[in-house]
């Protein structure tokens, strides 16, 4: 039998529940207020249980200017961006992981500098040269931008992730007459699943809830994705539809939900590699 605690550390365990009470309390109650203003027709800033029940804050904003056009542009910014962040990072972190040199960790370096810039400092910049190679108001030029600004982490991700997998695996590839990228393509990206998995969902999350960058490199109206037209619940003179702002958010967060849950069996798989190197 474990000895009863004593009253001092009884008194620090319930210090640490109550802190995590309310961290918890201070988590659940925005999303507490969105799913309860959704459906509220007097919906305002209190968070409370609905006088009324009502889905008419879902049809209003269901419409194609409001919600179906801003997401199908988000859809599209996105997912090309997120596509080409993957891909251009496995390229990057296969030579980083596979082959030794002396400018690895130097450029390791450098790239993890470029992650601490703030957006704010080098849009004025980008936003100069994307005048001068006429790409802004552009799609292709807002997702190259969105690549860009993901590449530094997912890089250092997928080396990580790339790092576990043995590298007798592709050595006995490349016995048998397999080049790098056949190696890369049949032996190492099906093994690290779950790595890939974790760059995709979290460089999807990051371009889906960013705001800025849309805004600042798009102009016309009909291209700008739901990140940027959620402003228009924001009327003048702090006119505000609380309960259609609130339907949009929650609309707004399917798309990301739903790509966590696709893949949220490989995100717990782990690399399943006992044995692979046996025999």
Not at 100 to 127: C, D, E, G, H, K
Not at 216 to 227: E, G, K, R, V
Request: charged residues 10%; hydrophobic residues 55%; contains cysteine.
């Amino acid at each position: 039998m474990p000895p009863s605690s004593s009253p001092r550390e009884r008194g620090r365990q319930l210090a640490a529940d109550t802190a995590l009470l309310i961290v918890a309390v201070a988590f659940a109650l925005p999303l507490a207020w969105v799913l309860l203003s959704s459906v509220d027709p007097h919906a305002d800033l209190r968070v409370k249980v609905p006088d009324g029940f009502t889905f008419g804050n879902f049809e209003a904003i269901l419409t194609a200017d409001i919600t179906f056009t801003p997401m199908l542009n988000s859809l599209i910014l996105c997912g090309g961006a997120t596509l080409l962040t993957v891909v251009c990072a496995t390229l990057a972190a296969y030579p980083l992981s596979r082959f030794r040199s002396r400018l690895n960790r130097p450029f390791l370096l450098t790239v993890l500098f470029a992650t601490s810039l703030p957006i704010t400092a080098i849009m004025v910049p980008v936003y100069a040269l994307f005048v001068q190679v006429d790409l802004i108001d552009t799609v292709r030029g807002t997702i190259l931008f969105f690549t860009a600004s993901q590449l530094p982490f997912a890089i250092w991700l997928m080396k990580n992730f790339m790092d576990g997998v043995p590298r007798e695996l592709e050595e006995a590839a490349w016995t048998d007459g397999a080049s790098s990228l056949q190696s890369l393509v049949r032996i190492v990206l099906p093994l690290m699943g779950p790595g890939v998995s974790v760059v995709t969902v979290f460089s999807f999350v990051m371009m889906w809830g960013n705001f800025f960058v849309p805004f600042m490199l798009l102009l016309t109206p009909d291209q700008l994705p739901a990140s940027v037209s959620i402003n228009d619940f924001f009327g003048n003179r702090g006119m505000i539809a609380y309960g259609q702002l609130a339907a949009f958010s929650l609309t707004y967060s399917t798309p990301a939900i739903l790509l966590y849950l696709l893949i949220s069996r490989k995100l717990g798989g782990g690399f399943a590699l006992g044995g692979a190197v046996k025999g």
